[in-house]
């Protein structure tokens, strides 16, 4: 586990008083993916979303705990509910459906737990096509704290997104990511971060899309 201390000023944070600044811890998971994106606007290019997920969950959790009036429209961070859609740089996204269920298909969650059955809807609104990958969407529940989010789990059938794929440009493409999650949750937050190679090894963090649902 690698920890990851990063001071933000105050003008970015509407609770925050003039002249302080917001030391944030960030938890960066050990496991990433170098590999790159499709091309954006040249020189940047479309990074892959697990090598900065630390930084997803850092932005998630301080959304979901300050409260939807902490940020202002300007801050790059879009909520959506079931059934809205929302337009990254590169592609439509819609949560159609979520449901919990104790399996779907070969696969049943371990006791104590559960699985979130996730149903996407993409469209690709780019000019080339775009390299997507199942982790590119993070579930998060209660304080987003580093026990509490998940990676969908790995294909198992064919109803499941792949673990990588190529979206065409205008194309859609309908299909289910896995979590496993506790049993109890039953709110949840499906995360999507715009990451852009810019020429360094961090990239540049592009607009946060968080997708609020609830499941019994």
Same mark, same amino acid.
């Given at each position: #586990?690698? @920890? +990851? ?6 003008? =970015? ?6 002249? #302080? ?22 020189? =940047? ?39 809205? *859609?929302?337009? *990254?740089?590169?592609? =439509? ?31 690709? *609104? ?5 390299? #997507? ?17 998940? #990676? ?10 792949? +673990?990588?794929? =190529? ?9 289910? @990511? ?10 949840? *937050? ?17 607009? @946060? ?8």
């Amino acid at each position: #586990m690698n @920890l +990851r201390v990063v001071c933000l000023p105050a003008h =970015d944070f509407a609770f925050l008083g003039e002249g #302080m600044k917001l030391a944030v811890v960030f938890f960066l998971p050990s496991l990433y993916n170098k590999g790159s994106r499709c091309p954006a606007a040249a020189p =940047d290019r479309r990074r892959s979303l697990m090598k900065k997920r630390g930084w997803i969950l850092g932005l998630a959790a301080l959304t979901l705990l300050s409260g939807c009036g902490a940020f202002p429209a300007e801050s790059g961070v879009t909520e959506a509910v079931l059934g809205e *859609t929302v337009s *990254t740089r590169w592609f =439509d996204c819609t949560v159609e459906e979520a449901e919990a269920r104790k399996s779907y298909e070969s696969d049943t969650a371990s006791s104590g737990n559960k699985l979130v059955v996730v149903e996407l809807e993409l469209k690709n *609104t780019f000019h080339e096509a775009v390299s #997507m990958y199942d982790t590119d969407f993070q579930l998060y529940w209660g304080e987003c704290g580093p026990d509490e989010w998940a #990676m969908p789990l790995d294909p198992y059938c064919e109803d499941q997104l792949p +673990r990588e794929y =190529d979206l065409e440009p205008g194309k859609s493409r309908e299909g289910l @990511l896995v979590y496993e999650v506790p049993q109890e949750e039953t709110e949840f *937050t499906l995360a999507f971060l715009e990451l852009i190679e810019n020429g360094t090894e961090e990239g540049e963090e592009g607009d @946060l899309f968080l997708t609020r649902f609830t499941v019994e």
